[in-house]
């Protein structure tokens, strides 16, 4: 998927959003559905939720991933807001509790392309490269292996 860099010129001066730690360690699919269920909020739960619907590659393992990532990216754009985050600037992946969102962005990007959404496919990428380009280049990487 081809993107392109867009600085949003509004929020050129913004300064980075960093979320609290949530507290949830999501180590894998199976205490991702614990966590999901007992702390809805977590972002990180329904990225890794997300991941693992994707790394299934099947029809109804694409739809559910599209479902997981965009609860994810919801949530994690409700916790965006209330720590300040005004809909640009920057999410540095390098700040932990910042990657559970961004990695629900990365999986409804590709969630979306696989179901035939190209244009939110593209949307996400964008998103994500605009929001962090260091999380845009190891998700990416990391889809590429």
Request: hydrophobic fraction near 40%; charged fraction near 25%; proline fraction near 5%.
């Amino acid at each position: 998927m081809a993107a392109q860099t867009h600085r949003n010129l509004l929020g050129s001066d913004a300064e980075p959003t960093l979320l609290p730690e949530d507290g949830y360690a999501v180590p894998d699919a199976g205490v991702a559905v614990a966590t999901a269920r007992s702390h809805p909020a977590s972002s990180l739960a329904w990225a890794v939720l997300a991941e693992q619907a994707l790394a299934d590659r099947t029809d109804s393992s694409d739809v559910a991933a599209y479902a997981y990532a965009r609860t994810g990216y919801h949530r994690g754009l409700d916790a965006l807001r209330r720590n300040g985050w005004r809909g640009s600037g920057p999410i540095p992946w390098e700040h932990e509790p910042n990657r559970g969102f961004l990695r629900a962005l990365w999986a409804l990007s590709l969630a979306a392309e696989r179901i035939g959404e190209d244009g939110e496919a593209e949307r996400c990428a964008q998103f994500l490269r605009d929001s962090s380009e260091t999380a845009y280049a190891a998700l990416s990487d990391d889809e590429e292996h």
